[in-house]
């Protein structure tokens, strides 16, 4: 899983990579906005486990991006961020 809860994903980003029959597939954000929830978790380089998952299970929750920049129409992760993340200015 490349996201974590909270990350900003632009639409066709990788999310995470799938792994079936020996060949591994990326699957992409078909939408721009914000990772809310990661429901299931591997780091198979780091721990060489890998976590079973069922066609059509939840692996990320994603939801519209909060709100955007005025200035540079970066979206800005979270409503209580005073400044944008991207280029400083006050939003």
């Known amino acids: ?3 974590k809860p909270g ?10 990579n799938i792994s079936i029959m ?16 990661v429901l299931k978790f591997a780091d198979y ?3 060489k486990k ?14 519209p991006a909060p709100r955007k920049c005025p ?4 979206a800005v992760a979270r409503d ?3 400044f ?3 280029c400083g200015q006050k939003v």
Request: aromatic fraction near 4%; glycine fraction near 8%; hydrophobic fraction near 40%.
């Open 7 to 16: 990350d900003m994903v632009k639409k066709g980003e990788e999310l995470f």
């Open 50 to 63: 890998m976590v079973p998952v069922r066609e059509g299970e939840l692996l990320v929750h994603l939801v």
């Open 22 to 37: 020996k060949q591994e597939k990326s699957i992409l954000s078909p939408v721009e906005g914000m990772v809310e929830r």
């Open 45 to 47: 380089q780091e721990d």
């Open 84 to 86: 944008c993340p991207a």
């Open 71 to 74: 200035t540079c129409g970066v």
């Open 80 to 82: 209580d961020f005073k």
């Open 1 to 3: 899983v490349h996201v």
